[in-house]
């Protein structure tokens, strides 16, 4: 018949653990929380020394503070550990809770404010001492005995401050890691130690550790957000048990099983009502606000709320394979899948963090040397230049740490699918938020895409000497197995019972329609191309109408033709017109329908272009024709389909779009992006966070190179000073953190 892809799809594996996962038996899959985990950049070594670890998976991800270890060896994943402590000394790491209340932010910002308080209560007594009580005895030296207590309480400081930092610029040495965060702000403060500066070099260290407190703030406010938004689990279910209900895990739970949801309680695991009529709140799902009906026999999805009444169901799937299993599943490996702009970022830090540490070599070394050898000599008003030069350079290496860079950006695109998620739209990675914005050519799918995909019979034309009832009934005994839309509603239009029991064979022939014997008569119904397959040459009625047809015959006698139509969506047209504003420059239609029926639809619609009666591969063909017209670097091309019969398509394409996919395993597993709500205006909310976001990010690199640049030149000449360093590293840092969150807001 004419259905759209009556196929077996494959599924897109986006988010699996690293390539390098070991496989076979006695794998085991391990989640911890990596706490005082702020830095981009720190997460990023780790991640790459964890994938160089053989007999090892593992997936870090920096937006939620989440480990994934998956290896078979006890070992290997101690080693694991170890590895992450060596790379990063402060952080703790302890094994995620299964219970999904408890991973809360840790007490690292708590930590750091008390060393921030004892610290700046040693570097208060020591300004003191140096500005009003022993001016001028830093010039003395260590054989005043007044300097040591000057110098004391600067030193205090400057270790309680200051020895996090130390000791992991000490382990990055051991690594032969030279070039991160803390080594260069170790140069620069001990540096500014040695020759005698040491108000900056302690509140260098000190305002470097206010920084680290606020940047931890506003990381964890970002996880929060995330968090807050994926408390959809629910922490127990009622299990039915010898006539008594016992709260449980809902891990516990078997498949068949029946759990109670009580008004008010969240449903902890997918199943089908037995008992009970209620209404559910699926906005925590879709981001839809209106309540939706439920009564014995429909789905309940975990993550829903049963709002008014105590309602009994049966466990259908495992809490592992849920629904709201498989959206925190794949909201929280969302920002594995890195976007191009995190990527360039990444490998620009690898080559811009030597290249100013050079820099700042020369600007200690040359200056000083030229003028010895009277070169620069006329720029020069007085000799003693040589730590004027050394203290320009240690600004410029505080001035020049990447914080800024590596830390907003990952923030921001994971801000944006956090966004996107509260909106409905579920991205599997950055990469594709990011790319969303790129769309040039949008394809979509027909049938429960841009229609309803609730088919009524309009009309049965009869032939040959068949009546309307036995035409009914023949396409209703070839539809009796089927659960397509138009098998239900020609069922529906027959209206009487069809006894499954004389159905000696089924065969559902992908893109033509079925083929059944039952009681001895061989039945036909689907599309034109069932006619006419091998073996098979039916005449038939050559037949015009809007709509979808479905031909019937029996014993190879064509029996006559059932027209049928699909109702297009509320919201189809109004977002078509909305996404040709947005500048998505092609909408193309492609179906395996027949012409009269997409053509309609099409005009309807406004689509551009159209292509029916396509079979599967021809549909991949359509779209591989469409990216040869495009610039690939720069223009994607988009496939928005059901999830479940389009996987092929939607693989196929730049991006695919599951619509509706609520519910859908293989939507999921598909779709590179999934509208859980089923609306097609979601499309427009995809745009809008898509660009919404990729302008925060792109804000933040000019904020960070803007202000870097200016104090860069500014620190080299010797108008800067540390305390302006500090600004244009763990200032515009903070800024852009927050700058990033705000996309989660609005």
């Known amino acids: ?86 790379i990063e000394p402060h952080i703790k790491i ?30 208060v007594i020591g300004l ?21 207590y000057l110098f004391i309480p600067y030193l205090s400081a400057y270790i309680i401050s200051g020895y996090d930092v130390l000791k992991n610029a000490a382990a990055g040495i051991s690594r032969k890691d030279f070039f991160n965060e803390n080594f260069l702000m170790s ?63 809902p891990e516990d739970v078997s498949v068949g099983e029946s759990i109670l949801i009580r008004p008010g309680e969240r449903i902890p695991l997918d199943g089908v009502i037995l008992h009970g009529e209620t209404t559910v709140d699926t906005s925590a799902l879709t981001g839809e606000s209106m309540p939706k009906s439920l009564g014995p026999g429909d789905t309940a999805l975990s993550g829903m709320v049963n709002k008014n009444a105590v309602i009994t169901v049966r466990v259908t799937k495992p809490f592992r394979e849920s629904t709201v299993s498989k959206i925190l599943e794949l909201v929280e490996k969302a920002a594995a899948q890195k976007a191009p702009t995190e990527k360039f970022i990444t490998r620009f830090s690898k080559v811009y963090t030597p290249s100013v540490v050079a820099a700042a070599f020369l600007i200690a070394v040359l200056p000083p040397v030229l003028y010895q050898i009277q070169v620069l000599t006329p720029l020069f008003s007085h000799v003693e230049t040589y730590s004027e030069w050394v203290y320009r350079a240690l600004v410029f290496l505080v001035i020049a740490c990447p ?35 790129s769309i040039h050519t949008m394809v979509f799918d027909k049938t429960g895409t841009l229609t309803e995909g609730v088919f009524k019979v309009v009309d049965a034309r009869p032939s040959n000497g068949f009546t309307r009832d036995e035409l009914l009934r023949f396409a209703a005994i070839a539809e009796s197995h089927s659960n397509h839309p138009i098998a239900k509603s020609i069922s529906e239009a027959y209206g009487g019972s069809v006894d499954e029991s004389l159905i000696q064979h089924y065969e559902e022939i992908p893109s033509h329609g079925v083929r059944v014997l039952s009681g001895g008569k061989e039945i036909l119904a689907g599309n034109d191309r069932i006619l006419h397959m091998d073996g098979y040459d039916i005449e038939h009625d050559t037949c015009e109408a809007e709509g979808t047809i479905v031909h019937v015959a029996v014993d190879r006698r064509y029996a006559g033709y059932i027209v049928l139509a699909d109702q297009v969506r509320d919201d189809a047209e109004e977002t078509i017109r909305s996404l040709r504003e947005e500048g998505i420059k092609r909408l193309v239609m492609l179906t395996g329908d027949g012409r009269e029926a997409a053509e309609m639809v099409a005009r309807v619609l406004g689509i551009d ?65 999934v509208l859980m709500k089923d609306r097609l205006s979601a499309l427009l909310d995809a745009v ?36 302006e360093a500090v600004f244009a590293d763990v200032g515009v840092a903070i800024l852009a953190v927050l700058n990033s969150t705000r996309i989660l807001k609005g």
């Not at 991973?103 to 610290?119: F, P, R, W």
């Not at 996987?647 to 992006?673: F, K, Q, R």
Request: proline share 2%; net charge negative; charged share 25%.
């Open 688 to 723: 809008h966070v898509s660009r919404r976001t990729k302008g925060i990010v792109v804000g933040n690199i000019a904020m960070a190179f803007a202000v870097k640049a200016f104090f860069l030149v500014f620190g080299a000449i010797g108008m800067a000073t540390m305390w």
């Open 187 to 249: 140069i620069a403060t001990l540096g500014a130690f040695a020759i005698g500066e040491f108000p900056e070099a302690v509140g260098v260290m000190l305002f470097f550790k206010v920084g680290e407190y606020f940047e931890d703030k506003a990381v964890n406010h970002s996880r929060r957000s995330i968090k807050n938004l994926l408390k959809i689990r629910a922490n127990y279910a009622n299990l039915l048990r010898d006539g008594r209900t016992v709260q449980v895990s």
């Open 128 to 148: 003191l001492l140096d500005y009003y009580f022993l001016p001028g005895i830093r010039e003395e030296g260590p054989g005043s005995i007044d300097f040591w």
């Open 403 to 437: 914080c800024a860079l590596v830390l907003s950006i990952p923030v921001g695109f994971f801000g944006g699918i956090g966004a996107a998620a509260k909106r409905g739209v579920l991205f599997k990675g950055s990469n594709y938020l990011e790319a969303f914005r």
């Open 609 to 673: 272009e159209f292509h029916a009666e396509l079979l599967p591969q021809q549909k991949i063909e359509i779209v591989k024709e469409l990216e040869r017209g495009v610039d690939r670097r720069r223009e994607k091309i988009a496939f928005v389909g059901d999830g479940i019969n389009d996987a092929p398509v939607l693989m196929a394409s730049d991006i695919g779009i599951a619509m509706g996919g609520l519910g859908s395993d293989a939507a999921i597993e598909a779709a590179d992006v």
């Open 1 to 86: 018949m004419g259905r759209e892809c009556c196929h077996n799809g494959g599924s897109n594996t986006t988010n699996k653990i690293d390539e390098g996962s070991p496989a076979g038996k006695g794998v085991e899959t391990r989640r911890y929380i990596l706490e005082g985990l702020t830095c981009a950049s720190c997460a990023a070594k780790i991640q790459d020394a964890l994938r160089r670890m053989p007999g090892l998976g593992s997936e870090l991800n920096f937006a939620t503070g989440t480990l994934v270890l998956e290896t078979s060896d006890s070992e290997t994943e101690q080693k694991a550990l170890e590895t992450i402590l060596s």
């Open 94 to 123: 302890r094994r995620a809770s299964e219970d999904a209340g408890d991973d809360e932010d840790s007490d690292n910002g708590s930590v750091i404010l008390k060393k921030i308080s004892y610290a700046g209560a040693f570097f």
